[in-house]
């Protein structure tokens, strides 16, 4: 069975950084697009960032592009979202997700598998 766990959401200042981390299991995931989605209260949730797992090739919302950089650990089946530069409108919850390759990653509606999410709330 397939489990995403993500950590590392807290209260930080606007200008701060955080690393979030997904924790995955439950299969391998060399052929999966692993996603970062955010969803703040009364919104939709958005795509904010992705990364092919095997091919290692990284996608950023533009909003994010330039002040967060997602990464992933093979060896321990871990996907990272470092964020820099937080600004207040950074404040959501933020969710992992993973879908075997797909061309349409950017769509929360393609993915098979969702954490818990992770709440990040960045004070001005």
């Known amino acids: 069975q397939v489990q995403l766990v993500e950590s590392g959401g807290r209260l930080v200042q606007a200008g701060g950084s955080l690393r979030l981390s997904c924790a995955a299991s439950?299969?391998?995931?060399?052929?999966?697009?692993m996603g970062w989605f955010r969803q703040a209260p009364g919104k939709e949730r958005e795509f904010v960032s992705a990364?092919?797992?095997?091919?290692?090739?990284?996608y950023y919302a533009d909003s994010v592009k330039g002040r967060f950089t997602v990464s992933g650990d093979n060896a321990k089946n871990t996907v990272y979202l470092q964020m820099n530069s937080l600004k207040p409108e950074d404040t959501a919850v933020y969710y992992c997700?993973?879908?075997?390759?797909?061309?349409?990653?950017?769509?929360?509606?393609?993915?098979?598998?969702w954490g818990q999410g992770t709440q990040v709330t960045v004070s001005s």
């Open positions: 997700a993973a879908v075997r390759s797909s061309s349409n990653y950017r769509n929360p509606n393609e993915y098979n598998y």
């Open positions: 990364i092919n797992w095997g091919a290692g090739s990284t």
């Open positions: 439950g299969r391998t995931f060399s052929s999966y697009h």
